[in-house]
């Protein structure tokens, strides 16, 4: 069976279809796979003639999952987690057939309190990227590493913290988003999306998807977007 293998084995439906949040998406789209090759044409002519110069295309196939945890509230107020608290099991090997396979922590919280973190097992490597505008810190479990299961025949990561927290609130995130549905029928039905951006001084593009619930009919032309109380138009 594929999803007993790598990844794949978290996969277990009765963990993911009752978490706060998830979402499948599959994404198909073309890529060139052979070109001509143009050697004496200049490089503005290259580029504008490289886009109709395929000879052969490939599909790509893209496939996520996005799950999102209430950690929080089921481990009565607690930040810590673990592989096995979210899906009931934990990871064994990699897949056979995957070139990478490797699980990331973000291990950086805000007021630099990375002191009072514990992730376990101790992650062999650590990276270390800008994230709407904030350096963070992630520890990297790489599947295909043979050392990874020496000691062990499965990886259960978990993060603790070495002692309780002044409070219980959990961090506001720079961007969050909150929607909710008000009226009903075709004539005053509405979804209203109120998304934030609490950074002091700096603005992020935003792209949003919505699901819409099947019992609501949208209409393009009614399509409103206030910002800072101004009417505002999308890309």
Not at 8 to 30: D, G, M, T
Not at 144 to 159: E, G, I, K, W
Not at 173 to 194: F, K
Request: net charge positive; glycine share 4%.
């Amino acid at each position: 069976s594929p999803l007993q293998a790598g990844l794949a084995v978290l996969l277990k439906a009765e963990r993911l279809f009752h978490s706060s949040y998830h979402s499948q998406a599959v994404h198909i789209r073309p890529i060139c796979r052979v070109t001509h090759r143009f050697a004496q044409l200049p490089f503005t002519c290259l580029s504008l003639v490289q886009d109709a110069s395929c000879l052969a295309v490939s599909w790509e196939l893209r496939q996520t999952l996005t799950v999102v945890f209430d950690t929080f509230s089921s481990g009565q107020g607690k930040k810590d987690w673990s592989l096995f608290k979210m899906f009931s099991r934990t990871l064994t090997d990699a897949c056979p057939l995957a070139s990478q396979s490797k699980v990331y922590v973000d291990i950086s919280p805000k007021n630099k309190e990375k002191e009072l973190l514990e992730v376990t097992p101790p992650p062999a490597s650590v990276h270390e990227a800008i994230v709407q505008g904030d350096k963070r810190t992630y520890a990297v479990y790489d599947l295909l590493s043979p050392s990874l299961f020496n000691t062990s025949r499965s990886l259960n990561v978990q993060l603790k913290w070495k002692r309780p927290q002044d409070s219980s609130e959990l961090p506001t995130p720079v961007l969050h988003a909150q929607r909710y549905v008000s009226g009903y029928g075709l004539q005053t039905g509405e979804i209203s999306t109120l998304i934030y951006n609490t950074h002091p001084y700096r603005a992020f593009p935003v792209i949003l998807l919505e699901t819409v619930p099947w019992y609501l009919r949208l209409y393009v032309h009614t399509l409103t977007i206030i910002t800072k109380g101004k009417e505002n138009k999308p890309s």
